[in-house]
């Protein structure tokens, strides 16, 4: 019976492909990772591209925020599905009141604190303006991004002896078997929260160094946690890093790379990082 033959000839060929499809790594179907760390000086601005879904951690300066909406007009870039803030300094949010009102944003988190510097103001105007209310972190949050999880942690306490620097949220992102953290401005008090009690492992393949690569008395420590391949340090020609945080990162073997030196941008297949300026 040829029609019989063919239904079961679409049925094993139907098996087979679903099959292969099951037997295909997460590494080898997702869409590659693709993650830029802007040039803005001495500032944060991160953008993360994933299968058609970005993330923006940060906005820089205010009049650094053109560095951002030029680089998404090259390419292509009309929608956030996400904004992170990790914390209200100046060079983190400057930016965002001109991101809001350039781009469109799915949903803005930020951390659980007040603020009434001139830059949170002009954010919360923007916010506002397109009609979006805050994601306030107080708890572990797992973010979906294309086929990267991210894990974005809050900070522990409602004080801070380093006001807004402490506050930063801290993300860690695992996209097949490269992972990266995102450790905001952190000082000795969040260092300390997150070598004691992260809610993820803290070996990374890539650290965003906090605080602009400023040293603080269990850096050393966190930095061994890490244990990095590659420490990205956000800083300018005329704010530069210490030496002492760059050569205890070079004495573990991580290659350091400075935005000050320009754009940095690291790709991932699931299994390979590699960066380029």
Do not use: W
Request: glycine share 6%; net charge negative.
């Amino acid at each position: 019976m040829p029609m019989f033959r063919r239904a079961a000839a679409a049925l094993l060929a139907l098996a087979l492909l679903l099959s292969l499809s099951a037997c295909q790594s997460p590494q080898q179907a997702a869409a590659p990772l693709e993650v830029t760390f802007f040039d803005v000086g001495k500032g944060d601005a991160i953008l993360i591209a994933c299968g058609g879904a970005t993330m923006l951690i940060d906005t820089g300066y205010h009049d650094t925020a053109d560095v951002i909406l030029d680089y998404c007009a090259q390419n292509q870039i009309e929608r956030l599905d996400y904004l992170v803030l990790t914390h209200f300094d100046k060079d983190h949010v400057g930016g965002a009141d001109l991101v809001l009102d350039s781009l469109a944003v799915g949903q803005v988190l930020q951390p659980n604190y007040t603020s009434d510097s001139k830059q949170t103001l002009q954010y919360q105007d923007a916010m506002e303006r397109a009609g979006l209310t805050p994601t306030v972190v107080t708890q572990v949050t797992q973010l979906t991004l294309g086929g990267a999880h991210i894990v974005v942690d809050p900070p522990r306490q409602s004080v801070y002896e380093e006001e807004d620097n402490d506050f930063s949220l801290v993300l860690s992102l695992t996209f097949g078997a490269t992972r990266m953290l995102f450790a905001g401005d952190s000082q000795q008090a969040r260092l300390q929260e997150l070598l004691e009690d992260a809610p993820f492992p803290l070996e990374h393949d890539l650290l965003k160094v906090p605080h602009h690569g400023k040293k603080e008395d269990n850096l050393e420590q966190f930095f061994q946690a890490v244990s990095p391949t590659y420490a990205v340090i956000t800083c300018s020609p005329s704010q530069m890093p210490s030496a002492k945080v760059v050569e205890m990162l070079a004495n573990l073997g991580a290659q350091v790379l400075l935005t000050s030196d320009g754009t940095i941008t690291f790709t991932s297949d699931g299994t390979q990082l590699s960066p380029q300026t």
